[in-house]
């Protein structure tokens, strides 16, 4: 069987193109077996004006009014009467800030299947954003930032609301040599803390695609180091996710990620439905992927 994709944005985010049955289209010609539609959720108020928005039909509404998630789970639902042999799996990217937990209990009342939680900004900053990066570390120093960061994880492991965490070093993508030189190197200190306590919540690792093929990165989110770690520690459950934005980038570079993942020390990946572990794809059960993806 393919290896699933836990990382899927349709045009429901405003960042991402191709419709729902655009996705499953594509999966099911090529042979794919489960995917999890994973639209961007942000609730910050501070950023609302830029990404707190997802597009219905064309027409863009606030994220926070909760209206949306209807349609967005029916359009699921009516994908998956198409096309039966493939596994949709309903769920949400959740950016983290400090005040997020008060904000999210209204979608939380949803039939989710895996709720994904990401930290991209710090102070309100898209960290990985080289403009708002800059802006960043011209008021805050390396400590604080890295403390910060650290802290919103964990924050977000501990809450007991998500299912798995997005490309935890997600900020090497700056192009800013500080973050490599400095913010890299100290996260480094708090990752064992932090893996331990996905381990004990025993929500999921991701490992994400999308760091090689849009950011021309030699490793995905996190390397090789950082999974290496992981496993060393006792951590299991993981997932793949391609982080797609149109549907030609699904399942892209699993292949590699494959190869990543059992020179660290893992089995196999996990899936999820209603929240909870479902089942364990081991490695030697999958097949490699023969998609029609532009090189």
Not at 64 to 76: A, G, H, M, N, Q
Not at 190 to 215: D, G, T, V
Request: proline letters at 5%.
């Amino acid at each position: 069987m393919k290896i699933p994709d836990y990382h899927v944005h349709p045009d429901f985010s405003l960042d991402a193109r191709g419709k729902i049955r655009d996705y499953v289209q594509f999966a099911q010609e090529n042979g794919l077996e489960e995917i999890c539609f994973t639209t961007h959720l942000d609730l910050d108020p501070v950023r609302s004006s830029k990404e707190g928005w997802v597009r219905v039909n064309g027409t863009k509404i606030p994220n926070r009014d909760p209206s949306w998630v209807e349609k967005y789970l029916e359009e699921i639902e009516n994908a998956g009467k198409l096309f039966p042999d493939l596994k949709l799996k309903k769920g949400l990217e959740v950016d983290f800030f400090p005040g997020v937990l008060d904000r999210i209990g209204t979608f939380l009342n949803f039939p989710w299947d895996y709720l994904l939680v990401s930290v991209h900004c710090i102070n309100h900053l898209a960290v990985a954003h080289d403009r708002e990066g800059a802006q960043l570390i011209s008021i805050m120093d390396p400590e604080t930032i890295t403390r910060q960061f650290s802290k919103e994880v964990k924050e977000a492991i501990k809450s007991g609301i998500f299912h798995g965490i997005a490309h935890l070093d997600y900020f090497k993508r700056q192009a800013n040599p500080w973050f490599q030189e400095k913010f890299l190197a100290l996260i480094k200190e708090e990752l064992e803390e932090i893996l331990l306590l996905l381990k004990e919540q025993k929500m999921a690792l991701e490992i994400n695609a999308r760091a090689m093929y849009r950011y021309n990165l030699k490793e995905p989110f996190p390397g090789l180091e950082v999974l290496s770690l992981a496993s060393s520690l006792g951590v299991e459950i993981i997932t793949f996710g391609s982080d797609s934005h149109n549907p030609l980038e699904l399942e892209k570079k699993f292949d590699t990620l494959a190869q990543l993942a059992m020179k660290a020390g893992f089995k196999g990946v996990y899936t999820f439905s209603g929240g909870k572990i479902e089942r364990w794809i081991p490695f030697t059960q999958t097949e490699p992927l023969h998609l029609a993806h532009p090189s």
